[in-house]
């Protein structure tokens, strides 16, 4: 198993997009805010700033953009998300958004970016999985909620929580927590500040399992090597099919699915499928390019 650590290697990055408003922000260096680990269909991305509790400032944001852009770069399956020190994310850093609060256009641009972060996280080819210890609030209940998969220690803490500092989501997470929960549920999350631990996220469906701390990475490594085993091709299939479901019309998405059925049979995976089904063996399904 080949292990690569990829760090930033400028002191000071201009923090924008061309899609991106307002002026440019000056960023910390990101070298080691994220760090990664390249095995094979695997990126493994660790949050690493545990004295803040994982606190996304944007040398975070940059990680993050690297970390997505390196499982792209290697043709990755998955890319399995956590956070270090025992913590996945704690949300925005609140002393860096205090700095920044005195100009708009420099927390817009800030929110912005990590708004890009997750979307890229739902629409990528490769399956998002996110690995939850201790807490993921705020922005860090925004990054899980954008990932395909969520595995949690039965004791995490879990939950929304910007209004228990007069704040408001601004990444997504009033809408995915709309479009993930019940009504009901996912006001008292946003409304009441609460926070729910691993267990009551798995019931309540914020989180894909729940296992106790010491099932966490026997659980994880062997949901990897289950998602690994997948034709590439059909996991990106699926993930359209899902996103489509989630933003179109019924009726179109379901038009939407047979389309991408029929274009995806004509697949080499698909006949390798079929041939390792008719001879009873496990599918070898094509390395991507």
């Known amino acids: 198993m080949s292990v690569s650590r990829v760090v930033g290697s400028a002191a000071t990055r201009t923090a924008t997009r061309p899609d991106a408003p ?16 390249v095995e094979p269909y695997v990126v493994r991305a660790t949050i690493n700033r545990p004295a803040r509790r994982n606190a996304i400032d944007l040398a975070v944001i940059e990680g ?22 025992g913590t996945f994310c704690s949300g925005a850093d609140l002393r860096v958004l205090e700095e920044m609060s005195v100009d708009p256009h420099r927390v817009e641009t800030f929110m912005v970016r990590l708004a890009l972060v997750l979307r890229r996280l739902e629409t990528a080819r490769f399956v998002s999985v996110a690995v939850v210890e201790g807490h993921a609030v705020a922005g860090g209940c925004e990054i899980l909620l954008a990932c395909d998969v969520s595995v949690a220690a ?9 209004l228990e500092y007069g704040l408001v ?29 691993g267990e009551q996220a798995a019931q309540w469906g914020l989180v894909s399992v729940a296992v106790p701390p010491t099932d966490l990475e026997p659980r994880v490594d062997a949901l990897v090597g289950r ?4 034709s590439a091709d059909a996991l990106a299939v699926v993930k359209k099919m899902v996103w489509t ?6 009726p179109d998405a379901m038009s939407w699915e047979r389309r ?30």
Do not use: C, M, Q, W
């Not at 002026?23 to 805010?33: C, H, K, N, S």
């Open 227 to 230: 998602l690994v085993g997948h």
């Open 154 to 162: 039965t004791d995490a803490r879990i939950g929304d929580r910007h």
């Open 64 to 85: 993050l953009e690297r970390a997505i852009d390196l499982a792209e770069a290697t043709g990755a399956r998955v890319l399995v998300l956590r956070g270090a020190g």
């Open 22 to 37: 307002g002026p440019p922000v000056a960023a910390p260096d990101p070298a080691d805010a994220v760090v990664t680990a």
């Open 260 to 289: 991408l059925f029929l274009r995806h049979l004509g697949s080499e995976d698909v006949s390798e499928g079929l041939r390792a089904f008719r001879e009873r063996r496990r599918p070898a399904f094509r390395a991507d390019d």
């Open 169 to 197: 989501p601004a990444a997504g997470g009033s809408v995915r927590l709309a479009r993930t929960l019940p009504k009901a549920r996912g006001n008292y999350l946003l409304l009441a500040a609460d926070l729910l631990n």
């Open 245 to 250: 479901a989630d933003h179109e019309p019924r």
